[in-house]
């Protein structure tokens, strides 16, 4: 069936380090692709979105990019900050908007 | 609008007992969505609707799960007969139907604890 795989975590960087979590799909046909993120103690919030090949969706500084050749949709961020610290999750809607959604990467940014 | 509301934010039980959570969703929504997140995972889709017809139910609402949206506004996810494995963060998501486009707000959840 349609899925989303995300990269595991916990991931720990440094301030001002470059930041990639990896997110991959396996669907029957294209989904539209996100980046949601949940802050501590806060609800999911949409972080970034592409819905068609090649997009690229772009937010507080972060990008990601809908391959359709490697299937793939991986967050990056060139110089992340403290309070980038957070749990982030890839998600697919197949056509029927509901959202299906990885597992989630915890990432927390040192000083 | 102050986003999508969930009521209660927290839920202890006892196991055997009926529970009911509420949602309120952006105002303007016609698509309500519930979902359940275990620790360590992503959200698993459980149910949704457009306006008050409640359009598909996930195999993970299993016959003691039931969920309402009379008035095609609020909604209610009510559990009967709570498990141990009931234990999990529930969360309401609302969005304005826009196919592909669609973007679903969600609400900070109301985490149930079945002792």
């Known amino acids: 069936g349609d899925s989303v795989t995300q990269m595991e975590g916990p991931v720990t960087l440094s301030e001002e380090a470059f930041l990639t979590i990896n997110c991959t799909y396996t669907a029957t046909g294209y989904p539209s692709l996100f980046w949601y993120v949940q802050y501590p103690g806060e609800g999911l919030q949409l972080l970034l979105k592409?819905?068609?090949?090649?997009d690229k969706g772009s937010n507080k500084g972060f990008e990601a990019t809908y391959r359709k050749e490697t299937t793939s949709f991986h967050l990056e961020k060139g110089s992340v900050q403290v309070s980038d610290s957070a749990v982030y999750f890839c998600?697919?809607?197949?056509?029927?908007?509901?959202?299906?959604f990885g597992t989630g990467t915890r990432l927390t940014i040192i000083p | 609008d102050t986003g999508v509301s969930q009521n209660p934010r927290h839920k202890i039980t006892k196991r055997g007992q009926n529970v009911t959570f509420r949602c309120d969703p952006i105002?303007?929504?016609?698509?309500l969505y519930w979902y359940r997140q275990t620790l360590g995972q992503g959200p698993e889709f459980l149910t949704y609707f457009q306006n008050e017809a409640q359009l598909e139910k996930s195999r993970l609402l299993s016959d003691r799960f039931s969920a309402e949206r009379p008035k095609g506004s609020f909604s209610t996810l009510e559990i009967q007969r709570t498990e141990q494995g009931d234990s999990a963060m529930y969360l309401c998501?609302?969005?304005?139907?826009?196919?592909?486009?669609?973007?679903?707000?969600f609400g900070q959840g109301t985490r149930l604890t079945v002792v």
């Open positions: 592409a819905t068609k090949a090649d």
């Open positions: 998600a697919s809607n197949f056509g029927n908007e509901k959202l299906t």
């Open positions: 105002s303007e929504h016609n698509r």
């Open positions: 998501a609302s969005s304005l139907s826009q196919g592909r486009n669609t973007e679903a707000f």
